[in-house]
Structures are given as C-alpha cells and as structure tokens.
C-alpha cells in the first residue's frame, strides 16, 4: 500500500484534524517508526485548494506495518 510519509512536525499538524465536516486525517505508523497518511482520490479533491493541500506534495512510499504481538494464550 502506497502513502504519504509525514514528518513527526507534519504529523503532529494533522492528526486528528477535520478536513470535512465529517471527515479527519488519520495516520497510521510504519513497521519503521515513519508516519503514513492514506487518502483515497476523493479525499484528495476534497482538500485541493485547502490549507491542507501541502500534504498532495510530500513524498509517497509502501506502508510495511508494524508486527503485531502474538495473542496471550488462552486457557
């Protein structure tokens, strides 16, 4: 899966933060510590010509996430 790799500084700007009235940037950390923000073709419309639309310029890579802990046993 391909993202937008964020900074902690660019990271720290966005999260949590609506970009809609129902929507809000949500970012996710890789397997390398690096952020990543996922936004489908109609998130990117929604944020052209926002003060947000910065994001459309910063670099992409592939997501690895992190390893999941194994489940505790159960009994």
Do not use: R
């Amino acid at each position: 899966m391909i993202g937008y790799i964020l900074t902690n500084d660019e990271y720290a700007q966005v999260q949590g933060q609506y970009y809609t009235e129902y929507q809000f940037f949500n970012c996710v950390l890789s397997i390398d510590n690096v952020w990543f923000l996922f936004l489908s073709d109609e998130d990117k419309a929604e944020i052209l010509g926002t003060a947000y639309d910065w994001i459309l310029d910063l670099p992409q890579s592939e997501y690895v996430p992190p390893i999941t802990p194994p489940f505790p046993p159960t009994k």
